[in-house]
Every structure is written in structure tokens, then in C-alpha cells.
């Protein structure tokens, strides 16, 4: 928990007045368990804002285990707090997160023999001409130069282009340079466009892109998942191409995951318009904030309402799992921490729900799971064992 009483204290009333930031929220669910030791950061909030707080926290809590079955509420409860208890212990190191980034990671690389370190920013670079660059360990400042159109690192480890111009060109799209970045297994990555729109590349993943936009319209190509935070221009769409739809935007915020070992491509919008376009039937939809697209290989296109600060908790250093199955956990577990998974006697139906951070060691994240569920992990080298 944070040393500094005051700011957390600070923190609760922005959890209140719900500006809180989604690492912040994270914590205060964890701290709530706590809540009963610390009675002199409690006594300083009005009676009215500690039964507020006190609520949402609880409510929050108790969406950490969703249950196939009703369970008699106190033993649902019990393990509600085990599990809070156990957010509580990775408690120093999200509150680390969100202060100290830095000093968060230097934290997190102590791992005990045979356990397994969280990824870090990673990335490798190939420019139009075919050389590589090995982004994590490249120097700052600039890195590569294409005609006008400067690359630099920046010392919190993002790449950002820069133009001598307006970040476009009379060059039609098949006669770009087109620059590819590629994040592996146990890695991420953040950059800025040429038109300045901000991304952020989940593992495995890569983004492939002109060192500057035509004058038409900007497009992009991407396998994985990637958060865009688009730069508006009403006279340039935006445009993200993967294996089986198109995406169009403006200017808007919006995450996309489109791996090539899942069958669909899913589109979540926090802010602005976006219009999707499944490639397999021609079938289209309009996205409003809040809402995902699911594009289906028969050409389908199935859109719900749903929580879209859970679906871009990656980006923020966070596991966010909604009731999803045991075997999709898995997979986003192992992109992470670049581990192979072997199922025994499991059932991989079997639902889990929690908000984790994505800087614990593989063991504790592990450990946390096993509180929740009916299950049990063996970590053996880079493998992981799931059985009951």
C-alpha cells in the first residue's frame, strides 16, 4: 500500500467522484480488505463517503468470482476476500504502477528459480529497406531517418515519427515506404504515426504502416491486438486492414484484436465513430462508444454493449478477466509471459473473473488463480501445467 497517506487519500476521492483511473480503481479494490487496519486514512472521509466507497468497493469485489452456482454467501464470501487479500499483497507493486512506472518494473524482476518474469517493452523495428532494429535495446533520441521523416526513441521507451511537412504525401499508397513493427511473445510496444495517432501493441502482435500517409487516406495493417488513439483529420480516413475486416475511423479511440490463431476479430470503442466491414460477406456495422464487434469467418457481424476500459486493461498493466473460460485466460497468460500450456483432466469450460496486474511473476499471478477456482498450475521450465 502506498506509504503516502495523503495520496491516498487523494486517490479515494477521485475513486468517488469517478475519476479515477483504471490502475487506481484496481488498487482500491484490493486496499478494501484492508480498510479495517487502517482506520486513520478511513476517519478522514466523511461518514456519507465511507458508506459510498465502502459499496462500490464491495460491489467491485464481488465481481472478482463469477459462479457457475449460487454458493451459500458466506463461503462465497470468504473466498471474495481471500481473493481481495491476495490483490492486497500485489497491492505495492500497482501502486508502484501508477506512481513509480520504473521503479514498478525493477521491482518485478526478482523471480525465485524456476518461476517465470512478466513480459517488458519490446519490439523489433524493420524499416522500408529491410534493416532491423531492435527497439528495447536501441539508444534514445533519433534512430533512423527516411527522406524527411525522422524516427525517434523517446526516453520512456515509445518511438515516435516526425515530419518535416504535414505527415502526408502526393504518393500514391502502392508507392509508400511501408515500415513494419513487430512485438513477440512476453513483449509490448508503444508508438506514434507519422499523423501523430497513438499506439499501443499487445504481445505477439504487429503493426505495418507508411513512414507517411498518402494525401487520400491512412491506412494501416494489423495481426494482434493494438489500442489507437486516432488523430483526427475529416478529410483522411483512417483505416485498419486485418485478415478478415476493415476498419474505418476519422478520429477516435478504439481497440482492436485480430490474431491469426483466432478465428474472429474483435472491435471495442471507447470514444468516437468506427464502421466495420467483415471481408468474408461484405456486411458492414456502425460501432457508438461502449459497443464490441465481433466479425465471424462466415461473415458475420455480432455487436454488444460492454465494458470497454476492461477490453484496453492491457494497455494499463492489467489482466481483465470477465467470467471468460479457462482456455481463453490462458492464452492471453502465455502471449504475456511466452509459455507453452498443457491441459489435464480439466474442464476448460471452467469461468474465472478477476483483475490482475500484469507485473507479478507468473507463480503469484498463478497463485491468485487458484484462490478463485477449482484448479491448480505446475510450472515446468516454459510450460504450464492446468489441472483440478
Not at 482456455?327 to 509471459?337: D, L
Amino acid at each position: 500500500m502506498p506509504d503516502n497517506r495523503i495520496e491516498l487519500l487523494k486517490m479515494i476521492q477521485r475513486y468517488l467522484a469517478d475519476k479515477a483511473t483504471p490502475a487506481e480503481k484496481s488498487f482500491l479494490k484490493a486496499y478494501y480488505s484492508y480498510f479495517d487496519k487502517e482506520q486513520d486514512i478511513i476517519s478522514q472521509l466523511k461518514i456519507e463517503e465511507k458508506k459510498l466507497l465502502e459499496e462500490q468497493l464491495e460491489t467491485g469485489i464481488w465481481n472478482i468470482v463469477e459462479a457457475k452456482e449460487r454458493k451459500p454467501v458466506r463461503f462465497l464470501w470468504t473466498r471474495i476476500a481471500a481473493a481481495a487479500m491476495l490483490l492486497f499483497s500485489l497491492s505495492t507493486g500497482i501502486y508502484m504502477l501508477v506512481k513509480h512506472p520504473g521503479k514498478a518494473e525493477q521491482t518485478a524482476r526478482k523471480a525465485k528459480p524456476g518461476d517465470i518474469l512478466p513480459g517488458t517493452n519490446k519490439a523489433v523495428l524493420t524499416l522500408a529497406n529491410g534493416k532491423k532494429i531492435a527497439l528495447d535495446n536501441a539508444r534514445n533520441g533519433v534512430i533512423a531517418q527516411q527522406e524527411d521523416t525522422y524516427i525517434q526513441k523517446t526516453a520512456d521507451g515509445k518511438i515516435i515519427y516526425s515530419l518535416q511537412a504535414d505527415g502526408t504525401t502526393n504518393v500514391s499508397s502502392s508507392a509508400l515506404a511501408y515500415n513494419t513493427i513487430e512485438v513477440p511473445k512476453a513483449g509490448q510496444f508503444q508508438l506514434v504515426l507519422p499523423d501523430g495517432t497513438r499506439v499501443w501493441l499487445n504481445s505477439q502482435s504487429t503493426l505495418r504502416y507508411p513512414t507517411k500517409f498518402d494525401k487520400n487516406e491512412r491506412n494501416v495493417e494489423l495481426s494482434g491486438e493494438a489500442y489507437f488513439e486516432v488523430t483526427h483529420n475529416s478529410s483522411k480516413p483512417f483505416k485498419v486492414h486485418t485478415r478478415n475486416q476493415d476498419l474505418t475511423v476519422l478520429g477516435t479511440h478504439f481497440n482492436v484484436k485480430a490474431y491469426t490463431d483466432e478465428t474472429s476479430t474483435s472491435t471495442t470503442l471507447l470514444q468516437g465513430k468506427v464502421s466495420i466491414n467483415n471481408l468474408s460477406s461484405g456486411r458492414s456495422a456502425i460501432l457508438q462508444p461502449g459497443n464490441q464487434s465481433v466479425a465471424k469467418p462466415d461473415g458475420s457481424i455480432a455487436v454488444s454493449n460492454v465494458n470497454a476500459e476492461q477490453a484496453i486493461a492491457w494497455k494499463s498493466g492489467f489482466f481483465a478477466f470477465d467470467n471468460q473460460d479457462i482456455e481463453t485466460i490462458m492464452t492471453i497468460i502465455s502471449r504475456w509471459y511466452n509459455v507453452d500450456v498443457v491441459y489435464k483432466n480439466i474442464d476448460k469450460n471452467l469461468r474465472l473473473g478477476g483483475t490482475f496486474s500484469k507485473t507479478s511473476n507468473l507463480s503469484e499471478l498463478l497463485k491468485n488463480l487458484e484462490l478463485i477456482g477449482n484448479i491448480h498450475f505446475t510450472i515446468e521450465e516454459r510450460r504450464v501445467i492446468v489441472m483440478k
